[in-house]
């Protein structure tokens, strides 16, 4: 009955009053109450370590009493040891801390089997090679884990050369000693090329005969035309499209060890943030068979949503190739775990591939070369008003990335045009908002805009911003304290599997700015932990329209918490980074680590 009823609910009923008028403190409650409270009963009570709540008006509390998956019972631990029973267990934090768990705000779940299933052969932070050396080592270590054959794939995501202390690229002389059975493929931390071996060059039928196709690279041995190891762009895109793919069944198995991911960082809601419709009767079919135990957001991809809600959702299809007037009810609730939160629409790329599309030129030359570069438009303004247009229309919130502060103006001319304003509390959520300008800060608090934010921006591509776009533009890259300052509410992302899944490396992000090199990128956007956390709990949390459920401990909200050994608000900002979780729990069940 419970885990039926939402907060609103909960705190009109006796037991949710009581707890509420015990939480709010300043009242005397009454002996009948005490008596529904205790009848509830906590099953869990935790206390003796800092307990951060998230909300602002009382920020820290003594203790947290849980029950039915829901918060019963927070404040001085007197008044929740009032919800003990004889059966309730007492978990004591011994000075660790207790917080809501976190909520990605913007992420590729999607994008998990293939890290659970592939090679980690990115260089620090994000993986452990920093040497051809290391590659071969983690490879091994691959191959040992999944017990795999000769013949079947060894695939390694993250390669980058500026990692590798041996300062050339990895090649097939290097792999084929140790991999001579099975073929390698290193893919470019770009997606957009791979080191190969030979056995992987047999497979894929590339040989010394093979040209390379124009847009495209295949590195030589020296004085040979024998292929060397690295491919690239036009002459692996294809090679790549014709991979073995998994079967459903083993990206099914995957589910598990995707969502310990998530867990294992404290992260108990995920999004699948640009979801295709392959992608999602995939989910569907996870959630049917009953496989999330944490919360998985979906935003179905603009461009396949009228076909996609006409197969998977023919209750709610017009057939007629638009979305259909109904279409709005698919939205917005979880089924087995998975919710469809909103449409989600691209207007631009990537600014660290200068794939954004900004108003001013970079100063440097765009990816082939180009001059005056300041990248372009997925979409021409028209299509974008009419998709705008149209899901606004229909009562569908929008999910809209938006890079470059050009991409941003078009999708503020498609909501003015659409006749939207901050009252119709809509939440348009632009994702990543990077090179927002300041004048888009007020039209963004006009059309209740509200921003994903994506902070570690400052570290891993730091230095790459100020190159192409110079300080000014830079520096107010993802620019949370001008934002928060302008009342507006923003939530902060990974992009994960872009950067890793590390809410505490976001949160370090946020309040530092700090790049690998060490620049602060932007000192006046740097943010408190508090808010930091917040834009990582509640405010993410609100976007989807979960804020009376989830981002905080309230009485009622789901007990959905994280203990980590640190306390995010207390310790050094430097060591904000090092903060590990030690358990999660998804509505008071734990989720990380695993029961062996
Ligand atoms: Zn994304």
């Known amino acids: 009955m419970f885990d039926k009823i939402n907060r609103q609910q909960f705190l009109k009923t006796t037991v949710g009053a009581a707890i509420a008028t015990v939480v709010a403190g300043n009242l005397p409650i009454s002996a009948a109450e005490r008596t529904s409270s ?47 029973t004889n059966t309730t267990v007492i978990v004591e934090l011994d000075g660790k801390t207790l917080m809501p768990s976190f909520i990605d705000a913007h992420g590729h779940f999607m994008n998990s089997p293939q890290v659970v299933k592939w090679a980690n052969v990115s260089g620090p932070p994000v993986g452990p090679v920093s040497a051809i050396a290391d590659i071969i080592t983690v490879l091994n270590a691959h191959v040992e884990k999944f017990q795999l054959k000769p013949g079947e794939w060894i695939i390694g995501y993250g390669y980058d050369i500026t990692n590798l202390s041996d300062g050339r690229e990895c090649n097939r002389d290097d792999l084929d000693p140790h991999f001579p059975d099975n073929p390698v493929m290193l893919i470019h931390v770009s997606n957009h090329g791979a080191v190969m071996n030979s056995k992987a060059f047999a497979e894929v039928g590339i040989d010394a005969s093979t040209p390379t196709p124009p847009g495209g690279i295949i590195l030589r041995k020296p004085g040979s035309q024998e292929p060397d190891g ?36 404290g992260v108990t809601t995920c999004q699948e943030g640009a979801t295709h419709a392959k992608d999602l009767k995939f989910l569907q079919k996870g959630a049917e068979q009953g496989r999330f135990y944490l919360d998985v957001v979906s935003l179905p991809f603009v461009v396949e949503v009228p076909a996609l809600v006409a197969e998977y959702f023919p209750d709610f299809s017009s057939g007629a190739g638009q979305i259909p007037d109904t279409a709005k009810e698919a939205f917005g609730v979880y089924k087995n775990r998975l919710k469809l939160a909103g449409i989600k629409i691209s207007l631009d790329g990537s600014p660290q591939g200068k794939t954004a599309f900004w108003s001013q030129p970079l100063l440097t030359d765009g990816p082939g070369g180009e001059k005056n570069w300041r990248g372009q438009p997925l979409f021409p303004p028209e299509v974008v008003n009419k998709f705008v247009k149209e899901i606004y229309d229909k009562g569908i919130p929008i999910f809209c990335h938006c890079n470059g502060d050009a991409a941003i103006d078009m999708m503020i001319d498609a909501a003015e045009a659409a006749g939207v304003t901050a009252d119709q509390d809509r939440r348009t959520v632009i994702i990543h908002s990077q090179f927002q300008r300041p004048d888009q800060l007020d039209r963004y608090v006009e059309l209740g805009f509200s921003p994903s934010y994506f902070t570690t921006h400052t570290f891993f591509w730091g230095k790459t911003h100020v190159e192409n776009t110079g300080k000014e533009r830079a520096y107010f890259i993802s620019p949370m304290a001008s934002a928060m300052g302008k009342g507006l509410r923003c939530s902060n992302h990974s992009d994960f599997s872009v950067t890793p899944m590390d809410p505490m490396r976001m949160a370090w992000s946020t309040v530092t700015r700090q790049s690998r090199e060490g620049e602060i990128i932007g000192p006046d956007e740097r943010v408190d932990v508090w808010l930091a956390l917040k834009a990582l709990t509640i405010e993410a949390a609100w976007q989807i329209r979960e804020e009376d459920s989830k981002g905080t401990i309230e009485v009622g909200k789901l007990a959905d918490l994280v203990i980590l050994d640190g306390n995010p608000l207390t310790v050094a900002t430097d060591q904000i980074l090092n903060i590990k979780v030690i358990e999660t729990m998804k509505e008071g069940v734990k989720v990380y680590p695993k029961a062996a």
Do not use: C
Not at 52 to 68: F, H, K, P, S, Y
Not at 245 to 256: N, R, W
């Open 38 to 84: 205790a009848a509830m009963g906590a099953e869990k009570i935790f206390r003796g370590g800092p307990i951060l709540t998230m909300t602002d008006g009382l920020r820290q509390v003594e203790a947290v009493a849980i029950a039915n998956g829901r918060i019963l019972a927070a404040g001085t631990e007197a008044e929740v040891m009032q919800t003990r």
């Open 230 to 265: 690295l491919i690239m762009e036009t002459a692996f895109l294809p090679v790549f499209g014709n991979m073995p793919q998994p079967s459903e069944q083993e990206l099914l198995d995957t589910l598990d060890a995707a969502q310990q991911i998530y867990a294992s960082a």
